[in-house]
Each structure stands twice: as structure tokens, then as C-alpha cells.
């Protein structure tokens, strides 16, 4: 349905849908049922009960299959959906896997369930060191997890080495690529070679923090039909209105994340040039720059910093007006947050102590505000926080 000729930042916009009265936009369908044409057939367009497929639902699904440049997409109701639905379909008992250290925390719960329910065996592994990567690959590991850049310690991984040196040891080991940093518009990890892009649409993709939403992607026929099983088996599928507002959410995704990208190296410059110790892949001093720049064609809007003193970066984060507190990003406005206490919680302090996670660290994830008032708003947040700390010395 979809012309592959357009610029991406145009597939965006133009949503192909079909429709009987000529709407503009795609309209939602919220029935649940379809009436069949005959007891021995589905309706006219093979639709019959909405857990297992609705039209919004595809509108969706190949709007974004076009986004993507993909041939298969399903939409579900998470981003942590789309993990439980791979790991689901993919892996039985005694199966290997192998994560990074740095993954988000909610992935790293729900690894760790598989673990303890169904005796999956989960190996993490820094997998920003390609060599230490290829010398714990073998024949045995069945499903790769990458993240790039992490978050929130914003490493750069080599996803395009990396999978293809798994797919040469092991033709059927499946390469999975978490793009919730980056979204289809920065990365194409299905381009790097990897077997399942999938990403949480409740962050850019969506943009607002108003539904939660996930999106697989790939281009293999049998590895769709086994996702789609499990969505259809457990109903994982996202709802028609959710998938009306992630279309309307998805079409002002290129000019959100051009306005935060910009921001956010504002930002980044402007804490670096306070002595901060900045991660972030748009500064030429992050160690991974080329590499990241290889494989993204944009920084991304997600950037940490450390200030050396655990009490400090609370002080600042509480001292924030403009910045939100609160976990997640990916959102119209700007956050601010302690990963340690926040959205990494859930990871084992002594597993994060023996990864060397900074206690320290603040994450931004910066949105469209006027870029004054954000470093007006970090600027006077860090006085304060400084003036306090110095108070209760
Ligand atoms: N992947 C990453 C990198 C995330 O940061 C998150 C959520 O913060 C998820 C996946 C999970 O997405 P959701 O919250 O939509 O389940």
C-alpha cells in the first residue's frame, strides 16, 4: 500500500489506509467482532475477532512496516510485550542467552523470571567489548539481546560485527535489537543484519507519554508467524484506540526528534563545559563516536552525566522545576532521573555495584522547550544543590 519512494520523514506523515468514505485519517475500528460473510469463511478482508487481528491494528502495523522498510510488523501492548512475546516464542528450556550489562532494568527483570520459571540460561556479558563478545559466542547461544546506545550509561555497541559473527557460528541463533533509543528514523538495525528490531513505542514513536505501546519488526516469514502466535495466543495485541493514537502520535516524530536532538547537544555542551562528566554519542568526546556514527545517523536525545557526589545529583534533581522527575523518555517534555533509584532499581544493587554503575548519575531525556529555559532551569537547580550541600558540610 505504501510508495517506498518517499523520504522517510514523508512515510511518516502519509499514512495509506482504506476506507469506504474517503477519511483523511484512518478511522479507529473498536468492534472486537467481525461478522463472518458464511460460517464456512471470515469476513470480506479476513477479520473475525480483534485479539486476533483489527483493522486499526494493521493500518498501524503497515504504516509502520513502511516506516521501517520492513516486511513484517505486529504492534503490542508494551515495550516489555515485546520482549515477553520473543523470549516466549524463541526459547525453551536449558536455551542460552546472552544480554549486556547495561540493559534497561525492566528487560533484565523479565530475563531473570525466564530464568528462575523456565531454566534459561542468561549470561551477561559487556557487549560493548567485541572481542570478549566473540569469545563467548558459540553454537549454543540461541538469542542475542542488544541495546545501542545503552542506557543508561550510553555505550555503543557494534550491532553489524556482532551479528554477523553469531549468525556465523550459529545460522539459527536470532539476533534481537531493542531500537528504544533511537527509533526506525536514527537506526535501522534490521539493515545491521540482526533477526527482530522491536522498541517501545511509548517513548519517541508515540511521543506524548499518553498510551504504552511496542513494535516488532523483521523480515523473516517464519520468524512473524512464531511472534504473531504467541500475540494472538495471549491477546498482547495492541487495543484499536492505542493504535489510532500511536498513527497520530508517529506523524510529528521527525520534527520532535530534530527540536530534542538540538536541545540535548545544547545541554550536553553546556555540562561539559561545567567540568561534568558527560555521556552523550553527539559529543566527539564520547569513545564511541565514529562507531556509533556508523551505524546511526543521529545522536538521539538521552544523555547522562555524573557529578561525583551521590548527594549532589540528588539535590539537583530535586531542585529541577522545568525537568520532570519521573522514569521513561521519549517525550514531548524533558525528564530528569536518578537510573540508580528509578528505572534501574530493580537490578540487584550488587550485581549494579559489581558492573561499576554510578551512583551518581543524572539521565536526561530532553524534549521541545525552549532551550533557554531548560539550562535556566539546570543552571539554578545546580546552585542550589551545590549551596545545600555545602550547608550540611
Ligand atoms: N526498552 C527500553 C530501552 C526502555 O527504556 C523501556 C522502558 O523504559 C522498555 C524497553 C520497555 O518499554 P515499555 O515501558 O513500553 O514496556
Given at each position: 500500500m ?36 458464511s ?32 516486511k ?8 516489555m ?5 520473543i ?26 523470571f ?9 549470561n ?14 558459540t ?12 542506557n ?14 553469531a ?5 539459527n ?13 536514527l ?20 511521543g ?9 519488526a523483521?523480515?523473516n ?21 492505542d ?34 562528566k558527560?555521556?552523550?554519542?553527539g ?38 522545576k ?48 525552549d ?5 535556566n ?17
Amino acid at each position: 500500500m505504501s510508495n517506498p519512494k518517499y523520504n522517510i520523514n514523508t512515510r511518516i506523515v502519509k499514512v495509506f489506509h482504506e476506507d469506504g468514505n474517503q477519511a483523511s485519517i484512518p478511522p479507529i475500528y473498536q468492534s472486537t467482532t467481525f461478522k463472518a460473510d458464511s460460517i464456512d469463511s471470515l469476513s470480506t478482508n479476513n477479520y473475525d475477532y480483534t485479539r486476533s487481528g483489527n483493522p486499526t491494528r494493521t493500518t498501524l502495523q503497515s504504516h509502520l512496516a513502511s516506516i521501517i522498510n520492513c516486511k513484517h510488523t505486529w504492534v503490542v501492548n508494551s515495550g516489555m510485550a515485546c520482549l515477553d512475546v520473543i523470549l516466549s516464542a524463541f526459547l525453551k528450556p536449558n536455551d542460552e542467552l546472552i544480554a549486556g550489562e547495561d540493559l534497561y532494568g525492566g528487560s533484565d527483570r523479565l530475563l531473570h523470571f525466564f530464568e528462575r520459571k523456565s531454566n534459561i540460561k542468561i549470561n551477561h556479558y559487556d557487549t560493548t567489548n567485541l572481542e570478549l563478545m566473540k569469545s563467548k559466542i558459540t553454537k549454543d547461544t540461541k538469542l542475542i539481546l542488544l541495546e545501542s546506545p545503552t542506557n543508561p550509561l550510553i555505550n555503543v555497541v557494534n550491532v553489524k560485527e556482532i551479528t554477523s559473527y553469531a549468525h556465523k557460528i550459529n545460522p539459527n541463533c536470532i539476533v534481537v535489537f531493542d531500537n528504544t533509543m533511537m527509533t526506525p528514523l536514527l537506526m535501522n538495525p534490521l539493515e545491521l543484519g540482526v533477526d527482530i528490531h522491536y522498541e517501545s513505542a511509548t517513548k519517541y514513536l508515540n511521543g506524548h507519554h499518553d498510551i504504552m505501546a511496542g513494535v516488532l519488526a523483521c523480515n523473516n516469514d517464519e520468524i512473524a508467524k512464531k511472534l504473531f502466535f504467541v500475540i494472538n495466543s495471549t491477546g498482547s495485541g495492541l487495543a484499536p484506540f492505542d493504535s489510532w493514537l500511536l498513527i497520530r502520535g508517529l506523524k510529528t516524530l521527525s520534527i520532535r526528534l530534530e527540536r530534542e536532538q538540538e536541545n540535548c547537544m545544547k545541554l550536553a555542551n553546556y555540562l561539559q563545559n561545567l567540568n561534568f562528566k558527560v555521556r552523550y554519542t553527539g559529543l566527539k568526546s564520547h569513545p564511541q563516536y565514529n562507531l556509533h556514527f556508523s551505524q546511526c545517523k543521529g545522536p538521539g536525545a538521552v544523555l547522562s552525566f555524573e557529578t561525583g557526589n551521590i548527594k549532589l545529583s540528588e539535590l539537583i534533581i530535586k531542585n529541577c522545576k522545568l525537568f520532570s522527575t519521573t522514569v521513561s523518555f521519549g517525550s514531548v517534555s524533558s525528564l530528569i532521573s536518578l537510573p540508580l533509584k528509578m528505572s534501574h532499581a530493580s537490578i540487584d544493587p550488587n550485581v549494579l555495584k559489581e558492573r561499576n554503575f554510578p551512583q551518581d548519575l543524572i539521565r536526561l531525556c530532553v524534549g521541545i522547550e525552549d532551550i533557554n529555559d531548560l539550562i535556566n532551569d539546570l543552571d539554578n537547580a545546580i546552585r542550589l544543590a551545590k549551596r545545600e550541600l555545602n550547608a550540611k558540610l
